[in-house]
């Protein structure tokens, strides 16, 4: 499914997301997508209100969970507004870069917030919010470690090389890539 340009006519458009623990699924995501995509000079909050506002058009959402679902979305579309300003790589190797799980953890308990990792990654992988939260995973370089000996709390793990390896060859193997 594309999130990131003009929907496709015919196809389903429905895409589970995480939300409160659970896959939900949610109806009319391009379009979603796309409107906010519309206001992509604009604020963070425009574009977060034309996120929910198409959100509703297409979905009931109840009230007390209305911030959840949006923070939801919001963390999707941030990842289509990532690829349409091109600030991240479509693809690696031949695969999409969304399917390879590389990019950094943060334990949250260790975390003191010095904020070094955040302002040492250029790809800007990472955000500040009291704590270091990665908020654009897939910015993050396949096999770049560079930000790890950044943390004085060693609050920061990356999956193994071996791992990285073993899943590499899985996706090759899935889309015949020698
Ligand atoms: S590993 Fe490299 S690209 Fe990834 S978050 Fe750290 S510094 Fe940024
Ligand atoms: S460098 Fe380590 S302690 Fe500092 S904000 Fe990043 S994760 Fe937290």
């Known amino acids: 499914m594309c999130a ?3 929907c496709c006519p015919g196809k389903p458009n429905t895409k589970k ?3 409160g623990g659970q896959d939900i699924g ?12 519309e206001l992509i000079n604009s604020s963070d909050d425009d574009q977060r209100n ?3 506002a198409e959100l509703k058009v297409h979905n009931y959402i109840p009230g007390p969970v209305e911030k959840e679902y949006l923070n939801a979305v919001w963390e999707e579309f941030k990842q289509a507004r990532a690829k349409r300003l091109g600030q991240v790589e479509e693809s690696y190797h031949g695969i999409s870069r969304e399917e390879i799980p590389w990019y950094p953890r943060v334990d949250s308990e ?3 917030g010095c904020g070094s990792c955040v302002e040492f990654c250029q790809k800007k992988v990472y955000v500040l919010d009291d ?3 990665v ?3 897939y910015r993050c370089v396949v096999s770049c470690t560079g930000c790890l000996i950044k943390c004085p709390e060693g609050a920061l793990s990356f999956p ?12 090759r193997k899935k889309y015949g890539i020698l």
Do not use: H, Q, T
């Not at 949610?26 to 995509?37: M, P, Q, R, T, W």
């Not at 193994?160 to 996706?171: A, F, N, Q, Y």
């Open 160 to 171: 193994s090389m071996v791992e990285l390896r073993d899943v590499m060859k899985e996706l």
């Open 131 to 133: 704590k270091a939260v």
């Open 135 to 137: 908020a654009n995973p």
């Open 4 to 6: 990131c340009g003009p």
């Open 17 to 19: 997301i995480r939300i």
């Open 110 to 112: 260790k975390c003191n």
């Open 50 to 52: 034309a996120l929910l």
């Open 26 to 37: 949610i109806s009319g995501f391009d379009e979603i997508i796309a409107k906010g995509l």
